[in-house]
Nanobody
Framework: QVQLVESGGGLVQAGGSLRLSCAAS????????MGWFRQAPGKEREFVAG????????ADANSVKGRFTISRDNAKNTVYLQMNSLKPADTAVYYC???????????????????WGQGTQVTVSS
């Protein structure tokens, strides 16, 4: 069993930056994929970024490409999402997810992840 706790959300102005963190605890295992998804009110949850255990496979959504960077520190059991050049459209609850690595294509699929955090709110003002 794995528990995930997100942190780092908050209110920022458009063009600003935030770094989200997701700390994993409990049972650990190798070949672990981790990802970030977000959900705005009234909208479906959408993929943001995902990363394999080694970092050799990384995926991100077109809407955040060039602005967001996912990384991980396996020694700390933590994954990060560095968000730069934030836009009001980035406003959402951001969720961390984890699960066995199922291939690069699966990084974009919410159903491929087994564990989810409680979410952290990111609000970007215009």
């Amino acid at each position: 069993q794995v528990q995930l706790v997100e942190s780092g959300g908050g209110l920022v102005q458009a063009g600003g930056s935030l770094r989200l963190s997701c700390a994993a605890s409990g049972r650990t295992f190798s070949n672990y994929a981790m990802g970030w998804f977000r959900q705005a009110p009234g909208k479906e949850r959408e993929f943001v970024a995902g990363i394999s255990w080694t970092g050799g496979s990384i995926a991100d959504a077109n809407s955040v490409k060039g602005r967001f960077t996912i990384s991980r520190d396996n020694a700390k059991n933590t994954v990060y999402l560095q968000m730069n050049s934030l836009k009001p459209a980035d406003t959402a609850v951001y969720y961390c997810a984890a699960g066995p690595y199922r291939g690069s294509s699966a990084l974009r699929q919410a159903g491929a992840y087994d564990y989810w955090g409680q979410g952290t709110q990111v609000t970007v003002s215009s």
